[in-house]
Nanobody
Framework: QVQLAESGGGLVQAGGSLRLSCAAS????????MGWFRQAPGKEREFVAT????????YYADLVKGRFTISRDNAKNAVYLQMNSLKPEDTAIYYC?????????????????WGQGTQVTVSS
């Protein structure tokens, strides 16, 4: 089972940027669809972005479209989430997830491997 570890979270002012990284170990993620999700206190985990194994196909939640960019480097066994123009409502724990079978997908139920998450806090 592949293991995922997120990093790059932190405290940033509204309008700022952060780049999250997701490093995989224990196996290759180069053939997997990957996704980013987030969970704010008291709320359900929600979809942020996903991309297919090659990185050519991507899909974003409407709330982040135009501000966030998902990418991957299969040679480094890693996935990234570039977050620009951050808003206080983007505050959440961000999770990286691997979908070991199937194409891009926006439901958490479609992903079988998850990282521990990284906290992103956006101050107003």
């Amino acid at each position: 089972q592949v293991q995922l570890a997120e990093s790059g979270g932190g405290l940033v002012q509204a309008g700022g940027s952060l780049r999250l990284s997701c490093a995989a170990s224990g196996g290759t993620i180069s053939v997997y669809t990957m996704g980013w999700f987030r969970q704010a206190p008291g709320k359900e985990r929600e979809f942020v972005a996903t991309l297919n194994w090659s990185g050519i196909r991507t899909y974003y939640a409407d709330l982040v479209k135009g501000r966030f960019t998902i990418s991957r480097d299969n040679a480094k066994n890693a996935v990234y989430l570039q977050m620009n123009s951050l808003k206080p409502e983007d505050t959440a724990i961000y999770y990286c997830a691997a979908r070991t079978y199937g194409g891009i997908y926006s439901s958490p139920a479609g992903y079988s491997a998850w990282g521990q998450g990284t906290q992103v806090t956006v101050s107003s």
